[in-house]
């Protein structure tokens, strides 16, 4: 088992890149065609992803179960990301990167109504205040980078990544996560191509400014490769509840980082229906962290 500062890194690292992956995303659309910039970056992960399977010695398995699920994992990467890459039309990177932090209401949400999984009261009523918060976003969002249109893209783009989660874990094929990853990315990457002649006339006919190129690569590398892997290490080493934190803390660190690195202004209003969400979040979690503290304390005893 790693040691707990292996795994704090890895905690810090996957925070460092869900925050800082949205505006890796609007920096990469901003020379080239926000569809071929999601093409490319499946194109480019796909070797890198065989690469790292032959390297870790993994086989990707392609009968009937695994396929279903590499389909399934494929509604996550590019089923979901179409609708980002299109709301950074609308939204700021910091906005979009909070809009992901929904992903466990639309989780819970999905499995009540779906799997008839049972709520407590204080999560419909973190949930209620969270969607304040969006309310109160969408009013003072009528400045360039907080847009409506571009809350429902992100909110169906977020609704398919919570979906793929159930579909995969309903198929359960007996997968590495590597190979899972890069069957998915295989998937998505087949899709990229059906795209192709669609956008074809939108190729890039001169090369893109350098700060477009990085950003690009910065998705297709930590964004699309090392996060996953600190991702699948974590869901393996330490608690669900402690693994959530990351939909509070990642939104934060990612406005500032707009701020700072894009000049990304927001309004007061919107600041406030932030932290109301924000807040929402920390209601929605707050047994679930109340529970992980006091076993925590319990063990130390």
């Not at 920096?27 to 870790?56: C, H, K, Q, T």
């Not at 809350?151 to 579909?167: D, E, G």
């Not at 393996?236 to 990642?250: E, G, R």
Request: charged share 10%.
């Amino acid at each position: 088992m790693p040691s707990k500062l292996n795994l704090m890194s890895t905690y810090v690292l996957l925070i460092i890149i869900w925050a800082t992956t949205p505006l890796a995303i609007v920096w990469s659309v901003e020379d080239i065609n926000l569809y071929w910039a999601l093409a490319l970056r499946f194109f480019l992960a796909l070797p890198l992803a065989g690469v790292l399977l032959l390297l870790m010695r993994q086989a990707l398995p392609y009968d009937a179960r695994s396929i279903h699920s590499y389909i399934a994992g494929s509604c996550s990467f590019i089923g979901s990301q179409i609708f980002t890459y299109m709301a950074t039309s609308y939204l700021s990177s910091g906005i979009i990167a909070l809009m992901f932090g929904f992903a466990p209401i639309i989780t819970g949400l999905i499995g009540h109504f779906v799997f008839r999984m049972h709520l407590h009261r204080l999560q419909w009523f973190g949930m209620c205040i969270a969607v304040c918060g969006l309310g109160i976003i969408c009013m003072g969002g009528s400045g360039q980078h907080v847009q409506p249109i571009g809350i429902l893209l992100m909110l169906m783009s977020v609704l398919i990544y919570c979906a793929s989660i159930f579909w995969v874990k309903k198929v359960n094929a007996p997968l590495n996560p590597i190979a899972q990853a890069t069957g998915s990315i295989l998937i998505s990457s087949l899709i990229a191509l059906c795209m192709v002649p669609f956008i074809w006339a939108d190729f890039p006919t001169q090369m893109p400014s350098t700060k477009s190129v990085l950003a690009l690569l910065y998705a297709v590398i930590m964004a699309s490769l090392i996060a996953m892997f600190c991702y699948f290490k974590l869901v393996q080493n330490i608690k669900a509840t402690t693994l959530s934190l990351t939909t509070v803390m990642t939104p934060m660190l990612a406005i500032v980082v707009g701020a700072v690195f894009n000049h990304e202004k927001l309004t007061l209003l919107v600041l406030c229906g932030t932290a109301v969400l924000l807040f929402g979040l920390c209601v929605y979690f707050y047994k679930d962290f109340r529970a992980n503290r006091t076993l925590a304390h319990n063990l130390k005893k």
